[in-house]
């Protein structure tokens, strides 16, 4: 499965020294942490010690025509960051697809509950990849760029 992520430099060094890549616990959020939650019920972490939140990736960036992120368009990291935008080739068993605009709402919220529709992304419109690890000898393409 194609995926592309957008990671900032030092994340990106990270990888690159380490082979692989966890969000860390400081980028904790209600939603995130009920993401995790309800990721580890489905498919468990094989090491749950050391994943604690998802990585967000992109499965589909607008449609089926537009799926890897154009970095044309702004909003996808803060004006100016140094990032790469890395392509990737996943195993499909270990990403869980959600609809990009629902978790856009849920996101902004403290859901105690995340809504089913969330697993059943509409395959027309964005689509984010959930995984617990990035692995590095998953990538297959990556570009660095700043952003708009």
């Not at 430099?9 to 980028?27: G, H, M, N």
């Not at 629902?102 to 509409?122: G, H, T, Y």
């Amino acid at each position: 499965m194609r995926l592309w992520a957008l990671i900032d430099v030092p994340q990106w060094q990270v990888l690159q020294t380490e082979k692989y890549l966890q969000r860390p616990a400081s980028d904790s959020t209600p939603a995130l942490q009920t993401l995790a939650q309800e990721l580890h019920q489905q498919r468990p972490y094989s090491n749950p010690s050391q994943a604690t939140l998802p990585l967000l990736l992109w499965y589909q960036w607008q449609d089926p025509q537009h799926r890897r992120p154009d970095l044309r368009f702004g909003g996808h990291l803060p004006h100016g960051q140094v990032a790469v935008r890395a392509s990737l080739e996943v195993s499909a068993q270990r990403v869980f697809l959600l609809d990009a605009l629902i978790w856009q709402e849920v996101s902004e919220q403290e859901p105690a509950f995340l809504p089913r529709k969330l697993f059943e992304p509409n395959l027309q419109g964005p689509v984010r990849a959930a995984l617990w690890q990035l692995n590095y000898h998953n990538i297959v393409d990556a570009e660095q760029f700043r952003a708009r």
